[in-house]
């Protein structure tokens, strides 16, 4: 079956997904938070950014490879860390683990994935990063590093953008609640949803695993937080100093949305900053990401990471013409998953790497270096 005839965009993804998997859990997926505005930014915001084609520059070859954080890369994108992805697929994490490995790209694992680090161990590659949700404890930071970096893991990333848990009405709303609680409500959306259903049955039920250690899963939460913020704390400088002494490898800061947090950073010996709105989920009130890359870019050398709304190769362009080095994407993987199972990642990878070379050839651009001045459209 030719993939590309049936589903040659995220968007055609997008649109089999929400079919296949149940209610509850597509509102987890594409749901931000408040009534949307962020969201809906970011994607007007990317949207408002384009280039002026190049004619008369004869048959090119593009070539995609990038160099960042010491590593090349055959594209300037990696795999988001997405909370729980075992809820929107089995064994998401491992499916995901895999195909960034066998395309060279980095995969990022979530503090609060259905797997843990030692599960993911034998599927990673070269580059594996970690996303932690800040322990407040340090005995247990200092276990999670540990394990991290036992089980393969090279780069590490503070999220510093969830000081408190978002509300997420559309999810609240679906009826699910962290754990997941099988009320008659989920079990009328199961039911509609067979695959979904038999491929859950097969492999039990999603947890966070990697907390299981650490908490007993008996406290009483609101229904848009989990067992993890039983753990963290809200991070200050103070905590970024004490990551850098503990964590012998490359460390990312994600969540920055502001040009004066950089030199602080930089000074702290962070490696990278992380640009991210995290995806309209967190706070209705913050601009588009893509709006603040070009400031943030303008404050500091260090290399830039950017997500929120990134929809496909064009966006990509889009956000290094605007500063950054690289573009991690997580929802278009969660898409793909829903969509296609086991064949979703590797479909994404090879869809952005056709959209890349296509609109670099729209573009004369040889190379990402050779991408043109962006242009804002009206």
């Known amino acids: 079956m030719d993939l590309h005839s049936l589903y040659p965009g995220i968007a055609d993804l997008k649109r ?4 296949r998997i149940p209610h509850f859990v597509w509102e987890y997926l594409d749901s931000g938070t408040g009534v949307e505005a962020t969201l809906r930014r970011n994607r007007v915001g990317l949207d408002r950014l384009g ?4 004619i008369l520059h004869g048959p090119i070859e593009c070539d995609t490879q990038v160099e960042f954080l010491g590593r090349t890369y055959p594209m300037p994108v990696g795999v988001a860390p997405i909370g729980m992805a ?6 998401a994490e491992g499916l995901l683990a895999r195909a960034a490995a066998a395309a060279r790209l980095p995969f990022t694992l979530s503090n609060v994935a259905a797997q843990s680090p030692e599960d993911v161990a034998p599927h990673l590659g070269n580059d594996a990063w970690f996303q932690l949700y800040p322990p407040k404890d340090p005995d247990i930071r200092r276990d999670l590093l540990d394990r991290v970096g036992q089980a393969g893991f090279s780069t590490l990333v503070l999220t510093a953008d969830v000081p408190v848990a978002s509300r997420r009405e559309r999810q609240t709303r679906s009826g699910l609640t962290n754990p997941p609680k099988l009320t008659p409500k989920l079990l009328a959306q199961i039911a509609q949803r067979p695959a979904w259903a038999m491929a859950m049955a097969r492999n039990g039920p999603p947890r966070m695993r990697t907390l299981d250690r650490y908490t007993d899963n008996s406290s009483n939460l609101p ?7 039983l753990l963290r704390t809200s991070p200050d400088m103070e905590y970024v100093h004490w990551l850098r002494d503990a964590w012998d490898g490359p460390l990312i800061v994600k969540g920055v949305m502001r040009p004066e947090d ?9 490696d990278a900053l992380w640009v991210s709105n995290h995806g309209g989920r967190q706070f209705d009130g913050a601009p588009a990401g893509i709006d603040v890359l070009p400031t943030i870019r303008a404050a500091t050398d260090l290399p830039l990471i950017f997500d929120s709304g990134v929809e496909g190769g064009l966006d990509i362009l889009r956000a290094r013409a605007a500063g950054a080095d690289f573009v991690m994407l997580g929802r ?17 990878i090879d869809i952005l ?19 043109p001045p962006i242009l804002t459209l009206d």
């Open 16 to 19: 089999r997904a929400q079919r």
């Open 51 to 54: 280039f002026a084609p190049s």
């Open 86 to 91: 075992g809820l929107i697929w089995p064994d």
């Open 223 to 229: 229904p848009t937080a989990h067992v993890g913020y």
């Open 262 to 270: 950089a030199e602080p950073l930089k000074q702290a010996g962070v």
């Open 332 to 348: 278009g993987f969660m898409y793909a998953l829903a969509a296609l199972g086991a064949a979703g990642p590797a479909h994404v």
């Open 353 to 371: 790497r056709q959209d890349l070379k296509a609109n670099m050839g729209q573009l004369g651009a040889r190379t990402l270096e050779e991408i």
